[in-house]
Every structure is written in structure tokens, then in C-alpha cells.
């Protein structure tokens, strides 16, 4: 019997993330663990579900443990998909709190992580291993109202070039990439859309992609984050863009 493959998403309980575990399941030699605020345990012998507000570091902190088991697998697999758009507001408008919560969940909670993976399976180098980041197209692009957004999606982007340079360097055998998954139908969408103009001069056009069917579904999104998992090694840039391959 082959031993199994360990996938952990983060943002498990809806959009890509909840996609994403529904395909990953499929496969009888996956285990997937999710986490996410609202996760509930799924009626699934390979699923593990951690209820976890990832905008709070000392309760990420609390479940390290639980996310990186120390069995023996044939590949282990993070996915730091759990995101949030922010507040959408011009600088001396935002909230403190805002400015503070979207970058513990965007850049803050996923490089710790990262970092918690690379030490638990660094050395492990008979099993597969791969960080998967997501990040966004708002990442290379300076847009009103995202500021916060934008720049904690770049600093992903960064943050997995450098670990990749470091992978390469220590030999440890770690694929890391940072993948924008193009413009997916999820919540995160209905809230770019019932922002206000005066905080967002495109939102005519975000209202525009989902009124022209121009959104792609979060089980595209999956298909394609899984089409990069399952074949690392045509994938040679770090950053990556699920409408470019």
C-alpha cells in the first residue's frame, strides 16, 4: 500500500479553499487537513478540520502541532489559501484594526506557516514537499481602495522567492510557489463589489465581470492549483498564474 499524500489548506470552509478539498478528497491516497474560522468537521474518514480564526496569531499558534503530523508520507503539501480583500478605503480612511488584521491573515499567519513546514519536513527529503501560496494579480498593480491588499499579496509573492532561493540553497528539496488564481466567483467578490466608488474608481468594472460572466469558478480555480501540485516540475518561476497555463 502506498503511503498517503498530507495536503493542508487553510480557508477550507468556502471559495477555492472549500473547491480545493473537494477535489483533493476524490483521491483515496490523500488526507487533507482544513482550517479555517467556520470549518466543521466534514463526514470524511481523510478529512481533519481545525475551527481557527487565522487573523489571530496566538490562536495559529495554538493548533502548529496539529497541522504538521509527524507521520510518514509519500508527499506533504501546504496551501496558504485563507485570504481577506480588507477594508476597501483610501489611506485616512481605514481603520486601525483593518490595516492590522490583513496582514496578520494575508502575509503575517502564512509566513509563520511556511516557516513551521520548512522546519517540521526540511529535512525529510524522501517525501515530496511543496508550499503552495496564494496570491493575487492586485499584487504587481497599485489600485485605490486596496492598498493593504495589494501590497500584503506582494510581500507573499517576496516572502515565496525568497524561501525558494533559500530551498535551493540548503538543498532541501522544497517546491515553493505564490499562484494568482485569476478572478474567482467567491465572497471576496461580492465584497469588492458593494464597496463605494468614491473608495474604488474600478468598481464599474468588477461589477461588469460578473454581470458579463467573466468570473471563473472556484472549481477552475482547484482544477488548475491541482494541475501545479501534481506536476511541479514544469512549473520553473516561482510566481504563477493560473490564466497563463
Not at 470524511?44 to 487565522?54: A, E, I, M, Y
Not at 489559501?81 to 480612511?93: D, L, S, Y
Not at 535551493?168 to 465584497?191: N, R, Y
Request: hydrophobic share 40%.
Amino acid at each position: 500500500m502506498s503511503k498517503p499524500t498530507l495536503y493542508i489548506v487553510t480557508g477550507s470552509s468556502k471559495g477555492i479553499g472549500k473547491a480545493l478539498v473537494d477535489q483533493l478528497l476524490k483521491d483515496p491516497n490523500n488526507q487533507v487537513i482544513g482550517v479555517a474560522r467556520s470549518q466543521e468537521q466534514l463526514p470524511h474518514p481523510r478529512f481533519k478540520g481545525l475551527s481557527v480564526d487565522l487573523s489571530n496569531f496566538q490562536e495559529v499558534l495554538g493548533i502548529i502541532d496539529q497541522l504538521f503530523p509527524a507521520e510518514d508520507f509519500q508527499k506533504a503539501v501546504l496551501v496558504n489559501n485563507a485570504g481577506w480583500i480588507g477594508e476597501i478605503e483610501h489611506f485616512g480612511k481605514m481603520s486601525p484594526e483593518s490595516i492590522y488584521k490583513i496582514f496578520v491573515l494575508n502575509t503575517i499567519v502564512p509566513t509563520l506557516l511556511m516557516n513551521a513546514f520548512i522546519k517540521k519536513y526540511g529535512d525529510q527529503k524522501a517525501m515530496d514537499r511543496l508550499i503552495i501560496n496564494i496570491s493575487s494579480g492586485a499584487a504587481k498593480k497599485a489600485i485605490d481602495g486596496w492598498a493593504c491588499y495589494s501590497s500584503s499579496k506582494a510581500a507573499i509573492n517576496m516572502l515565496s522567492e525568497a524561501a525558494a532561493l533559500e530551498a535551493e540553497l540548503d538543498k532541501t528539496g522544497i517546491g515553493i510557489f505564490s499562484v494568482a488564481p485569476g478572478v474567482v466567483d467567491t465572497d471576496m467578490q461580492s465584497a469588492i463589489r458593494s464597496a463605494d466608488k468614491k473608495a474604488f474608481s474600478l468598481l464599474d468594472k468588477f461589477v461588469g465581470l460578473k454581470e458579463n460572466h467573466q468570473l471563473s469558478t472556484p472549481e477552475y480555480a482547484a482544477s488548475k492549483l491541482i494541475e501545479l501540485m501534481d506536476n511541479p516540475d514544469k512549473f520553473h518561476a516561482v510566481l504563477q498564474d493560473v490564466r497563463e497555463y
